[in-house]
């Protein structure tokens, strides 16, 4: 029988950063958990769903005739910015998501994990790009059978779905800082 001896704190040299390719490993793991929370409380896409049909609906045929003249000559005016407000709103979800994980826990489970630092966020966000896709597709389509035609046809429907995509992924990051730095709103019920 061998007796194994504990060495102490000090002269134990721990790894304490990961390489590139267990980093996006690991972001594409915590990414596949946040598809997963999303599958199991389906109420989760109720914003990115209903938000860009109701909202096109409601404003094309509300102001359509009034500011353009005709609804067809508005749409080319209302779907850009439709899809801005959608996405725009739908990456201010991400930090709530993660303020709730931070409250309930789950970062702090992270922590003991042998998993890159990044990856719980870069994960969250990476997750939120499909909820990104689905408020694009789905205000792009609502134009088209309203009879939206754009004149760069679907290639360049196609760029500005990418690029709207990446854009509020970009900004998402912003809205993931205030959930990460936020305090619970009790704290302020304390201090008063």
Same mark, same amino acid.
């Given at each position: 029988?061998?007796?194994?001896?504990?060495?102490?704190?000090?002269?134990?040299?721990?790894?304490?950063?990961?390489?590139?390719?267990?980093?996006?490993?690991?972001?594409?793991?915590?990414?596949?958990?946040?598809?997963?929370?999303?599958?199991?409380?389906?109420?989760?896409?109720?914003?990115?769903?209903?938000?860009?049909?109701?909202? $096109?609906?409601?404003?094309? %045929? +509300?102001? &359509?005739?009034?500011?353009? /003249?005709?609804?067809? !000559?508005?749409?080319?005016?209302?779907?850009?910015?439709?899809?801005?407000?959608?996405?725009?709103?739908?990456?201010?979800?991400?930090?709530?998501?993660?303020?709730?994980?931070?409250?309930?826990?789950?970062?702090?489970?992270?922590?003991?994990?042998?998993?890159?630092?990044?990856?719980?966020?870069?994960?969250?966000?990476?997750?939120?790009?499909?909820?990104?896709?689905?408020?694009?597709?789905? $205000?792009?389509?609502?134009? %088209? +059978?309203? &009879?939206?035609?754009?004149? /760069?046809?679907?290639? !360049?429907?196609?760029?500005?779905?990418?690029?709207?995509?990446?854009?509020?992924?970009?900004?998402?990051?912003?809205?993931?800082?205030?959930?990460?730095?936020?305090?619970?709103?009790?704290?302020?019920?304390?201090?008063?």
């Amino acid at each position: 029988m061998r007796s194994t001896s504990i060495q102490p704190v000090a002269e134990r040299q721990l790894k304490n950063n990961t390489s590139m390719g267990q980093s996006i490993r690991n972001a594409l793991t915590m990414a596949y958990r946040g598809l997963l929370k999303i599958r199991r409380t389906p109420e989760q896409l109720f914003d990115v769903t209903l938000q860009p049909i109701i909202f $096109t609906l409601m404003f094309t %045929y +509300i102001f &359509g005739g009034a500011i353009s /003249g005709d609804v067809l !000559s508005y749409l080319p005016v209302i779907i850009p910015g439709i899809l801005v407000q959608t996405v725009i709103t739908t990456s201010v979800v991400i930090g709530v998501q993660l303020r709730e994980d931070m409250d309930k826990g789950v970062f702090d489970r992270f922590k003991s994990l042998p998993i890159a630092r990044i990856a719980p966020l870069a994960g969250a966000l990476l997750a939120d790009t499909i909820r990104y896709t689905i408020a694009t597709v789905l $205000t792009f389509t609502m134009g %088209y +059978i309203m &009879g939206y035609r754009p004149e /760069g046809g679907i290639g !360049s429907v196609a760029i500005a779905a990418v690029l709207v995509i990446f854009c509020s992924w970009a900004i998402s990051w912003i809205f993931a800082f205030f959930g990460v730095i936020a305090v619970l709103p009790q704290a302020y019920k304390e201090y008063q």
